[in-house]
């Protein structure tokens, strides 16, 4: 990466990316952070008057304001050297439980809006011969779970996405990569949407989606600082060429072999463990 880069965060209003534009503009870099809603980008802002962070529109759900936010950055630097696309969001519940409209959203976000951003970056990259896309996805890219089908999916096609691309971009020097976290200490348990159904009285999925809250609950508890996740996103920026993946903490990379080393039938006895209820029922 160079000494000072031009690095678009898509979804740097708060949590991970928020900390990622604050690590990297201290770097000397400049940082353009996306947000949707501007009365939830004052923390942005404030970061903005004292390093050099330039809060930009953009609802990557939408491609006019992609194209256009692309468009405002390239016109005032002439490059954009780096992409972090980190614009997401959980949507929770069992998937009986969630309309079209809730897996629409779910995927319009998380999936195509990283490609909406991707095919407004590509072209300036491809022209200047250089430029590194970081695609954060998720543990739940390679290990789908109970009560979170929906975001797994998303994530398992981020994977998908992320390695068709980086052979597709490789003749022009453009490197694509991926970072799969676990539980982090950010607000994406706080912005987890639920669907309609989801948690009422109709659903039999009810009682184990409550359960299902708790065990994550627990878990969060014990959530590695957003710093660590920054360090290994410091750290792949660094590397050229970057790793097809990086993985953050000790037991995303025991998930990460369990899951593909375990036959199918003892991977999902060990999550029975976890969710009794996703066991069949004995007869």
């Not at 031009?6 to 990316?17: D, E, K, R, Y």
Request: charge should be positive; proline fraction near 6%.
């Amino acid at each position: 990466m160079k000494n000072q880069s031009v690095i678009l965060i898509t979804g740097a209003n708060s949590g991970f990316g928020l900390a990622c534009a604050k690590a990297l503009a201290e770097k000397g870099h400049k940082v353009y952070g996306t947000y949707r809603n501007f009365k939830k980008a004052e923390p942005l802002f404030e970061l903005s008057r004292s390093l050099p962070v330039f809060p930009i529109v953009m609802d990557v759900d939408r491609t006019p304001s992609v194209q256009k936010a692309v468009s405002l950055i390239f016109k005032k630097e002439g490059r954009i050297d780096v992409v972090i696309n980190n614009a997401g969001f959980v949507m929770a519940g069992f998937l009986e439980d969630l309309s079209d409209e809730d897996l629409k959203a779910q995927f319009e976000t998380n999936v195509i809006g990283i490609l909406r951003v991707c095919r407004a970056v590509l072209p300036i990259m491809r022209e200047q011969k250089s430029g590194k896309i970081l695609n954060i996805g998720s543990v739940a890219g390679f290990a789908s779970l109970p009560g979170l089908g929906a975001y797994s999916a998303t994530k398992f096609s981020v994977n998908s996405i992320t390695e068709a691309l980086r052979m597709e971009t490789r003749p022009w020097g453009v490197e694509v990569s991926e970072v799969n976290p676990g539980e982090i200490q950010t607000s994406v348990v706080q912005n987890a949407r639920m669907g309609k159904k989801v948690m009422s009285p109709q659903s039999p999925y009810t009682p184990f989606t409550r359960q299902f809250e708790e065990v994550s609950k627990e878990r969060f508890k014990k959530a590695a600082p957003v710093e660590k996740l920054v360090g290994v996103v410091l750290k792949a920026l660094e590397d050229s060429p970057m790793k097809r993946r990086y993985l953050v903490k000790a037991d995303d990379y025991a998930t990460y072999y369990l899951r593909w080393l375990l036959p199918d039938a003892l991977w999902e006895r060990g999550l029975g463990v976890m969710f009794p209820w996703s066991r069949f029922p004995k007869i």
